[in-house]
């Protein structure tokens, strides 16, 4: 994720970086001026179409579509965007049930109860191990040397391993219960706190496994194609050749937007403007530390 000054507004429009949408759309840009270009001459010099040509009527068209192609646009770019907040208050709850796991392990165990170790390193690794699996990367085995030899005898990288991290930790809980060391009621406390966890969990893959329907996406696409390809045979007749350049920018402006939608709208991906799961998991193993 991207950081930033937001006051700096200024300055925004000279600032490029690699995934500003002018990169991704610049041959496309190219394009649509040449094709714009080509219109104007066809239309002022080939065809020498007079001002009662019924082309100049297309405006009306395009006056028409406007407000629906910008409704669409507002729904697609909210809907990413709901999906990208939903996604970080998930990384928010795992910080949360985190730390409340961590305090409340910290108050129950003695100093000397090697479970508080145990626990400092599953924590973390559960933070760890959802990153890698939202990200559909393979789990590096080395994020688990430090847990308890059982632990890592039953892992299976190539299963769920946030699930059998969850388990282990639930286990556990459930064997300070047995063993008496905490209360029914302190293990049913803790027992909310791991269930948070593949809440969590669960609500990031829902997200992660439901992407925006394909027609969907399709048809804006499309839609903003059809529309600009159309604009410069009405804008000819008002704007001469300076409709290459306000085509140009009106394609950018529409496709910027539905290119921002896409790239948010799966957010535990690896894009410059996905959220920084590195960080947070690498945040919570920090916490974790200061509070076991």
Not at 155 to 162: G, I, N, R, W
Not at 280 to 291: G, L, M, P, Q
Request: with cysteine; charged share 20%; hydrophobic share 45%.
């Amino acid at each position: 994720m991207i950081a930033h000054d937001p006051q700096k507004w200024v300055l925004a429009p000279t600032h490029f970086d690699r995934s500003d949408t002018i990169r991704k759309l610049f041959p496309w840009i190219l394009l649509l001026c040449a094709y714009s270009g080509g219109i104007a001459w066809l239309e002022i010099s080939y065809w020498k179409l007079g001002e009662q040509s019924h082309v100049r009527n297309l405006t009306i068209m395009h006056t028409l579509l406007g407000f629906v192609i910008s409704f669409l646009l507002v729904f697609r770019t909210n809907t990413a965007y709901e999906r990208w907040w939903e996604g970080r208050k998930l990384w928010g709850n795992l910080v949360n049930s985190s730390r409340n796991l961590a305090m409340k392990l910290a108050s129950m165990l003695p100093e000397e109860d090697p479970h508080r170790n145990y626990f400092q390193k599953l924590i973390p690794a559960y933070a760890m191990a959802l990153k890698d699996h939202l990200r559909a990367e393979k789990t590096r085995i080395e994020l688990f040397e430090d847990l308890p030899a059982h632990v890592q005898q039953s892992l299976d990288l190539e299963k769920h391993v946030p699930n059998q991290l969850a388990l282990a930790m639930l286990q556990l809980a459930n064997q300070l219960a047995t063993e008496e060391q905490i209360t029914g009621f302190q293990f049913l406390s803790l027992n909310n706190e791991l269930q948070a966890f593949t809440d969590v969990c669960g609500a990031c893959e829902r997200i992660k496994n439901t992407p925006i329907p394909y027609s969907y996406s399709v048809f804006i696409k499309k839609f903003i194609l059809i529309y600009v390809a159309t604009l410069p045979f009405s804008l000819v007749f008002t704007l001469g050749y300076l409709v290459i350049p306000v085509v140009a920018f009106v394609f950018y402006v529409l496709a910027s937007l539905e290119l921002i939608a896409e790239e948010i709208e799966e957010p535990f991906g690896g894009d410059d403007n996905d959220l920084p799961l590195g960080k947070i998991a690498r945040n919570i193993e920090v916490h974790i530390h200061e509070i076991i």
